[in-house]
């Protein structure tokens, strides 16, 4: 068996990887390469069994690129507090192996965007996204008028900072802090959030996996931006349209014995803690 390991850049020091991660691949007889830092701009990935990710949700948003790509099961060790994504501690690494290489596991579908960039010049750019789109501008007090289709019918237009088009696995990332509902992950849906609004009317909507989103800008100034999963990918004009639908190839998550996703909501965002707490006192 061969794993793809995906490190945090700074958190996983080669001492730790060397004490802590390498001798126990090697005592499972697991083979393993290190996948670059900048996964986002590779086009061919090394052949591996699975995706190996020790960091937060965003070493793992770049490490399922990979996944996607190979067709082969991501897990998270986390290092971080806050995620959603990686939800092992590093110390169950020698189970989490032992685990793989029986195949005593279940897998749960998360599916990716699939995002087209349509030039004014013709020219299409394409890109693969787990959380989110977002089309937003650069400067402070201006704001962007903002077309969104449904196919071909206009949804609206309306004036705000930017939007969201995000995957149910998104719902608890960018569009959640802009408002936006929490989805249960393995929904097959999209949720567009315009980011600070100018419009009563414009508010986050769910909408089915048949749907694609389509987004286009009308003025030069201020300038827009475009980022995949927080990463910047380009500059969009008023002569391009974006496209996003849900991708025909889900990221397949391995899990072992994993916490409900509700259980997990419950303990990131400390829902009814002081309930409990006072109901002892």
């Not at 004490?19 to 061919?44: F, H, M, N």
């Not at 969201?164 to 990332?173: D, E, H, K, L, R």
């Not at 960018?174 to 249960?184: H, T």
Request: overall charge neutral.
């Amino acid at each position: 068996m061969r794993v793809l390991l995906k490190l945090h850049p700074f958190a996983v020091s080669k001492e730790f990887l060397d004490r802590s991660v390498l001798p126990e691949l090697k005592r499972s007889g697991v083979e393993y390469e290190i996948l670059a830092e900048d996964t986002r701009r590779q086009k061919q990935f090394p052949q591996g069994d699975f995706v190996l990710v020790i960091g937060g949700d965003g070493t793992f948003l770049a490490g399922a690129l990979a996944a996607v790509k190979l067709k082969v099961p991501i897990v998270g060790l986390e290092l971080g507090h806050l995620g959603f994504l990686c939800q092992h501690p590093v110390d169950t690494l020698p189970e989490i192996l032992s685990a793989l290489k029986s195949g005593t596991f279940d897998t749960e579908d998360r599916y990716v965007l699939n995002v087209h960039l349509i030039r004014k010049d013709g020219g299409t750019e394409e890109y693969t996204a787990l959380n989110d789109a977002v089309i937003g501008k650069s400067e402070l007090t201006r704001l962007v008028s903002i077309t969104c289709k449904l196919n071909e019918e206009v949804l609206g237009t309306f004036k705000a900072d930017g939007v969201i088009v995000s995957t149910a696995t998104g719902s608890t990332a960018y569009s959640l802090s802009a408002g936006g509902p929490i989805v249960e992950p393995d929904l097959r849906v999209l949720l567009i959030t315009p980011i600070c609004a100018h419009s009563l009317y414009a508010k986050p909507l769910v909408v089915g996996a048949d749907r694609e989103v389509r987004i286009s800008i009308s003025k030069e100034k201020p300038e827009v931006k475009i980022s995949l999963d927080g990463y910047i990918v380009g500059v969009m004009t008023p002569d391009d349209e974006l496209r996003a639908r849900l991708g025909d190839t889900p990221l397949k998550v391995a899990r072992f014995n994993s916490p409900a996703f509700i259980s997990v909501l419950r303990k990131k965002f400390g829902w009814g803690f002081e309930f409990e707490k006072g109901s002892k006192e």
